[in-house]
């Protein structure tokens, strides 16, 4: 039974520039979260989505945006890179209505220089 | 402003050592808190207690819920070298859906 599965494990982006992280979540799950884990913070909520919809959205600006397709599987996008993007983005799954705590992936490790 | 805070913020304990953590939380319409193992990256779910399930066991770490002093511990029992690990406490509230408001963590060192 495959858990979360999220790419690139490492990826390091220069200031300006725009990037992609993808999720694949657990089998059977239906509902994606993501994220912000800065070091030496606990993770920070960005959005959920849910039948290939945004369903809610925490504190983060419009450079950060996603997407779910149909297989459940989704993307984070975020423009316009700043050095404070630099941060372990989680993802995280779970089935609709959630009875239990949610999968997280092992994340990937963005630098922005 | 909905708020979790955990401390203390690092540990360092031998080996067989029984240990505490403590989560604090300020939640309005609070409905459940949660607590994960985050060994290197990926948050491991331990345990979630709500209003009507306020005490969990599960070998040697068992957590409790004091709803009147908004708060939650985490014990471990016969601490392990394995047991070294972030623990991360987060909080949901009933307008939140399905968001977790995490705190900071509690970075456990086990020596042996």
């Known amino acids: 039974d495959a858990g979360v599965t999220q790419s690139p494990t490492h990826l390091i982006k220069t200031r300006g520039q725009q990037v992609t992280l993808r999720c694949s979540p657990k089998?059977?799950?239906?509902?994606v979260s993501w994220y912000q884990q800065a070091l030496g913070q606990g993770p920070q909520f960005i959005f959920q989505?849910?039948?290939?919809?945004?369903?809610q959205r925490g504190n983060f600006p419009d450079r950060f945006s996603g997407h779910q397709f149909p297989n459940y599987s989704s993307e984070l996008n975020v423009n316009a890179l700043l050095l404070g993007d630099s941060a372990l983005y989680l993802c995280?799954?779970?089935?609709?209505?959630?009875?239990?705590?949610?999968?997280f992936g092992s994340g990937t490790r963005l630098t922005v220089v | 402003e909905d708020k979790v805070v955990q401390s203390p913020l690092s540990l360092v304990v031998h080996e067989g050592d029984t240990v505490t953590l403590n989560c604090s939380y300020e939640v309005t319409n609070f409905r459940s808190l949660l607590w994960y193992k985050q060994e290197k990256k990926a948050p491991t779910f331990l345990f979630m207690l709500?209003?009507?399930?306020i005490e969990k066991k599960s070998g040697r770490l068992s957590s409790i819920l004091d709803k009147k002093e908004l708060s939650s511990i985490l014990n471990i029992t016969a601490t392990q070298t394995g047991d070294s690990a972030i623990y991360l406490c987060?909080?949901?509230?009933?307008?939140?859906?399905?968001?977790?408001?995490f705190g900071k963590g509690t970075s456990l060192l086990v020596t042996p």
């Open positions: 989505y849910y039948e290939e919809e945004e369903r």
């Open positions: 709500t209003s009507s399930g």
């Open positions: 089998s059977g799950h239906d509902t």
């Open positions: 995280a799954s779970s089935l609709m209505p959630r009875r239990s705590g949610y999968t």
């Open positions: 987060a909080a949901r509230n009933s307008n939140s859906g399905y968001a977790l408001n």
